[in-house]
Nanobody, 123 residues
């Protein structure tokens, strides 16, 4: 199972970026999906999360500026970011709770991470 993220880049303050992350590999389905970020010398934090039912939640710092969405037909999660600020700078990682089957016919949920995409917002 692989998660391939894309869409990062360099933008000025107030600019916009759209991130996407596609899950590939042998999976049954995907439960929750999300985006985390890690700024320089800071811990990784969850920025946005969307449940299988489509319920989204965000950290306060990005509410009203970021929108998470998903396309289950494409196994893809998106993060639309507007009004970007320098403090949004960091490596953004996508995350997915994938449902997989075992060799004995069981199922289990495994958390998977993408490789990270760098977002840099200049002041």
């Amino acid at each position: 199972v692989q998660l391939q993220a894309s869409g990062g880049g360099l933008v000025q303050t107030g600019g916009s970026l759209n991130l996407s992350c596609t899950v590939s590999g042998s999976i049954l389905s995907i439960n929750g999906m999300g985006w985390y970020r890690q700024a320089p010398e800071k811990q990784r934090e969850r920025v946005a999360y969307i449940s299988l039912a489509g319920v989204a939640n965000y950290i306060d710092a990005v509410k009203g500026r970021f929108t998470i969405s998903r396309d289950d037909a494409k196994n893809t999660v998106y993060l639309q970011m507007i009004s970007l600020k320098p403090e949004d700078t960091g490596v953004y990682y996508c995350y997915a709770e994938v449902l997989r089957s075992t060799d004995t016919g069981g199922v289990y949920t495994a958390p998977k991470w993408g490789q990270g995409t760098l977002v840099t917002v200049s002041s």
